[in-house]
């Protein structure tokens, strides 16, 4: 007995061996496809791509991977790893579902070789859902009732013989007690089992769902009665597009439209929909095999195709096709948002000086917070110089005397309410101290009010009113907008477009992928950051960083790199992330100022060796660092890529990739929309980047757009080819509608105002809001036509309109009657 049990337990463990070898086998293939996929996309050899998961499934952030490991990934940059990563983990769910189907279906012991080959061939989650529909667990269905009462041979021998008389064949099956009361319901069963079996034909619906993306058009109609509720829609109260073109701005406008209830989307199957709805039940009958040849049961079947288009295929179709293109327009939208916020967090620093922040208000006063050149709080008040205290002097005097005792040199003012006011104010306070020449900037303050009442705030001023905390957010992020600006949740900071209607955590991640790449790639000084702007850093998660401030806090400054493993929770790996992108300062080692991580001293080391000469001295030595040859310091974990960085990065150390501050000069006579004429040429600052244009802030309290089509004398597929959040730029004022407080604005700065014309106006967005629906005249324009609108035609007499003549929708206007 003893022996018949060593007996079954080796067979089991020789089974369970096969099977682990099998799992193995099967992983190591998949990860092999999956590298080749990424490949084919990124423009990679699938090497690269195994390298790269490689590092990403130990732990390695991507700023560390593409900065510090370009001999393992063969040079892929971060862009290149960004977009693997996200990839990634689609092909990896992709994987996992496709293990679920399998294994479900394996259960059903219904998985034949033909459908496991398929099921491994599926390359997406639609086409792996369409093979998984016949065998998903579901509710008892019409179909699987009929199938019970033994009426699917009723189905089948109609579908393989037409020259039957439906009622007749019928009959055979009429049986009360299976619940097939007559002949009526013995078809109606058989109609059921086809209609459920083509609906859930994965080559059919993969066919139609393909024609259906290129030719269907989608169509809004106002839901009756909603006119005047929904009026902010009233573009899309009768609309219809194509939705292979429909801009991703535009779609996502609709689609809250219609989540607000305010229209009805359907999607045809073409221009023509009766037209297209017959080419769809066309196609079902053909993959059905079956055509009209005027034999009894043609018309029968022919009107089960009819019901199958227009009872299931085209209502799943329509979710299909309307959830893949929501999820294509909030990539585009989480994009845009996260190259807004790039150019926002790498905006020019105006560096290491005192700032009055001034956060504007009427009633409530104007906050005010001195910080000196670190960034430390020395001073707060609030002034009260406009209605209705009109405290004006007495607020100037108070100014003066804080700017004069903490030697401020900027001011910078938050853009919200009373901004134009406030920057009127600190005209006349630097006119009163000409000796501290100092200069006047007004900031965005988007974002601020959100730092102010959170946790971070709470805890950095636990004794600071929350109405200040504003103004020292503001007066910071001038002098470093990147860390000032980490400290505030992303999405919060407004320079998206309808983030409010995208993915909550495909944004979140997305965003925060992009502050980790920026506060990477200028570094942090690790004596002076706070914990919000370490936690950014390559590997370092919230409690590390908390845990740096806090020794820092009780052991002082770091006089070097490696002292950072003092720090409880920094180990060697974290190290390891982390110390390329953390500066010393005037430190112990000079190389810890710069970007060369610790592991690559031993080459500097070799340099100093060959050469002579110290590392103080090497440092910015451009001539002697350009003759030196990298390849002769090369070995075989360092590269030529890697002691090339070395060689740049000696020659300026700890360069900031961020351009020279700059600052808009807003005109002294333009303080309101009133204010505003046709024909005016002012300086402005681009706050937001959209799809089909960009947002400026002339300094009215309202931002103006300047359409795609306005933003340059050549075609602009991309307005981030021409502006990016944050530019200074030079605009045109071509209209104004000051009851709806829109602003057309243009970079063309040599052309006219065009005549007026009637047509619907731009709808833009108050400062801090949200773009609103529809986003005005991009809609009016066809998809991708952004050409430059025909000279003015002779004004024609037409009849009057409710709204405004704007002069982009005439150019709109016209564009569409050439095309």
Not at 502 to 526: M, P, Q
Not at 658 to 676: H, I, M, T
Request: net charge neutral; hydrophobic share 40%; charged share 30%.
């Amino acid at each position: 007995m003893p022996q018949a049990i060593d007996t079954t337990t080796s067979t089991l463990s020789d089974t369970a061996a096969a099977s682990a070898a099998t799992d193995t086998r099967r992983a190591a293939r998949v990860a092999t496809q999956i590298a080749g996929t990424i490949a084919g996309e990124i423009g990679a050899r699938p090497a690269q791509v195994l390298a790269a998961i490689g590092l990403l499934d130990e732990g390695a952030t991507v700023p560390f991977i593409a900065r510090y490991r370009k001999e393992v990934t063969e040079g892929l940059d971060d862009t290149q790893l960004r977009n693997l990563e996200t990839r990634l983990i689609y092909l990896r769910e992709l994987e996992d579902r496709r293990a679920s189907v399998l294994a479900s279906i394996e259960e059903q012991g219904k998985l034949t070789d033909e459908l496991l080959a398929d099921i491994e061939a599926a390359d997406s989650k639609s086409r792996l859902e369409d093979l998984y529909l016949p065998y998903k667990r579901k509710r008892r269905t019409r179909a699987q009732i009929a199938r019970e009462a033994g009426l699917e041979p009723l189905a089948d021998g109609l579908l393989a013989d037409p020259s039957q008389v439906p009622e007749t064949a019928a009959a055979a099956f009429v049986d009360a007690k299976k619940g097939v009361d007559d002949v009526k319901a013995a078809l109606e069963g058989a109609r059921a089992i086809l209609m459920e079996r083509w609906g859930e034909d994965a080559a059919l619906v993969g066919e139609l769902r393909e024609w259906l993306s290129e030719v269907g058009v989608i169509r809004a109609r106002v839901i009756e009665g909603k006119e005047a509720e929904g009026a902010k829609y009233r573009d899309y109260f009768d609309h219809s597009e194509p939705l292979s073109r429909i801009p991703s701005h535009r779609l996502l406008a609709l689609l809250r439209a219609r989540r607000e209830e305010f229209i009805q989307l359907d999607l045809d199957p073409g221009k023509d929909a009766d037209a297209g709805h017959a080419q769809a039940e066309a196609r079902v009958a053909h993959h059905a095999g079956i055509a009209n040849r005027d034999r009894p049961a043609d018309a029968w079947l022919l009107n089960a195709c009819r019901l199958t288009w227009k009872a299931k295929l085209h209502l799943h179709l329509l979710l299909d096709l309307f959830g893949q293109a929501r999820e294509k327009a909030e990539a585009e939208a989480i994009a845009i948002f996260g190259d807004n916020l790039k150019d926002l967090l790498l905006a020019a620093p105006a560096g290491p000086k005192a700032v009055l922040g001034l956060d504007p208000g009427l009633r409530t006063g104007v906050k005010v917070a001195v910080v000196d050149a670190t960034g430390k709080l020395v001073a707060t008040d609030t002034i009260f110089p406009h209605q209705p205290r009109n405290q004006w002097d007495g607020s100037l005097h108070l100014l003066r005397a804080m700017c004069v005792k903490h030697g401020v040199q900027l001011i910078a003012i938050g853009n919200g309410t009373a901004s134009r006011e406030t920057d009127k104010l600190a005209g006349d306070l630097i006119r009163m101290a000409p000796e501290l020449k100092m200069q006047k900037i007004v900031v965005s303050e988007a974002g601020a009010s959100v730092y102010s009442a959170s946790e971070l705030a709470a805890k950095e001023f636990p004794d600071l009113d929350v109405s200040i905390r504003g103004a020292v957010s503001i007066a910071r992020r001038l002098q470093d907008p990147l860390a000032e600006l980490v400290k505030i949740e992303p999405k919060a900071i407004g320079v998206g477009q309808y983030q409010h209607d995208v993915d909550a955590y495909r944004l979140a991640r997305a965003l925060d992928a992009r502050v980790e790449d920026c506060v990477n790639a200028v570094g942090v000084d690790v004596n002076t950051a706070s914990a919000a702007l370490l936690a950014r850093v390559s590997g370092l998660s919230t409690t590390v960083a908390e845990n740096i401030v806090v020794y820092r806090d009780e052991n002082g400054a770091f006089n070097n790199r490696k002292s950072l493993l003092k720090v409880p929770r920094l180990g060697d790996k974290t190290f390891e992330q982390c110390a390329g992108f953390l500066r010393v300062a005037d430190g112990d080692q000079p190389l810890d100022a710069s970007s060369v991580h610790p592991e690559a001293y031993p080459v500097v080391e070799r340099i100093v060796q060959h050469s002579g000469r110290g590392v103080k001295q090497l440092i910015g030595d451009s001539a002697f660092l350009r003759s030196v040859d990298a390849s002769s310091y090369t070995d075989e974990r360092f590269g030529l890529p890697t002691v090339r960085d070395i060689l740049k990065e000696l020659e300026k150390p700890g360069r900031d990739p961020r351009p020279e501050f700059k600052a808009a000069r807003f005109a002294d006579d333009v303080q309101e929309l009133k204010d505003l004429k046709p024909g005016m040429v002012l300086e402005g600052v681009v706050s937001n980047v959209a799809a089909f244009g960009a947002f400026v802030d002339i300094g009215v309290h309202q931002d103006g757009l300047v359409h795609i089509s306005m933003l340059a004398d050549r075609y602009v597929k991309d307005p981030r080819e021409v502006v990016k959040a944050g530019d200074v730029i030079r605009v045109k004022v071509l209209e104004v509608d000051i009851p709806r407080k829109r602003i057309a604005l243009t970079c063309r700065l040599e052309e006219a105002p065009p005549p007026a014309q009637t047509g619907p106006a731009e709808r833009q967005p108050s400062r801090g809001a949200r773009p609103a629906p529809g986003n005005g005249n991009a809609a009016r324009r066809p998809p991708g036509d952004n050409r430059r609108a025909a000279p003015p035609k002779p004004p024609v007499a037409r009849p009057a309109a409710p709204s405004m003549n704007n002069a982009l929708a005439a150019a709109l206007s016209r564009a569409r009657e050439k095309s």
